[in-house]
């Protein structure tokens, strides 16, 4: 018996933390091998480093699997299980940089992996999207405009007031804005999932002006929050 589209999509979802999870460490060890500046102050000595690109190109591969899980699968079960990439990384951190692993890390290792598991086992059995319209009409109901505005203000804010002031001493700044951009940008990402799976099948999604919509925004929150 073959497996369900469901299934698939939570094998994809944790394929994707672990390779963004190990990525991240490889990209940390190219980092110190390289002996260099950081890229933020000019250092580009760790593009000389092949380790660096190893870890570049895992996180490249985990970032895939992570946008075609969300073919397969809910957004509601796909999402939560990308906390387990910050398992993956405090347990490497721990075993191959020897950055000790203290007891509150272990408690939040911890929690994520309880949330995941709740959130997984008790997610709502809801009608899931089978067309790029039907997304398009959803996002259009009002009280996801009210979120979408609510999420924009809220970025603006951060962006504007917060991050000039507290961004360098306070990591809440910059990781607020990558959350609340992300919850847009998982809506476009499974919007762009599905057109590409119809599309695949047979049934083009490219002329429709919603998909390229998606793309764009897809894109803008992607920026950001590289950014």
Request: hydrophobic fraction near 55%; include cysteine; aromatic fraction near 8%.
């Amino acid at each position: 018996m073959g497996m369900s589209d469901n299934v698939r999509g939570l094998v994809l979802a944790m394929l994707s933390s672990l390779f963004i999870g190990t990525s991240l460490i490889l990209k940390k060890k190219g980092l110190k091998r390289a002996a260099g500046l950081r890229p933020g102050v000019g250092g580009y000595a760790y593009l000389l480093q092949p380790l660096w690109w190893a870890g570049m190109i895992t996180m490249i591969v985990g970032e895939i699997a992570n946008f075609v899980a969300y073919i397969y699968a809910p957004a509601v079960l796909v999402t939560p299980l990308g906390a387990l990439s910050i398992i993956v990384s405090a347990v490497l951190a721990h075993l191959l940089l020897k950055e000790r692993l203290q007891k509150l890390g272990v408690l939040g290792c911890l929690s994520c992996i309880v949330g995941s598991v709740i959130i997984v086992l008790h997610a709502p059995q809801e009608h899931t999207p089978t067309s790029v319209e039907e997304i398009w009409n959803l996002a259009t109901q009002p009280a996801f405009l009210i979120f979408v505005a609510a999420t924009l203000s809220i970025v603006a804010s951060l962006i504007l007031h917060f991050e000039p002031r507290y961004g360098q001493t306070n990591i809440l700044v910059y990781l607020g804005i990558c959350s609340f951009m992300g919850s847009i940008t998982v809506v476009s990402i499974k919007a762009i999932g599905i057109a590409i799976k119809l599309t695949l099948e047979g049934t083009s999604q490219i002329t429709y002006p919603q998909t390229w919509f998606f793309i764009t925004v897809a894109v803008i929150c992607v920026i950001m929050q590289l950014n």
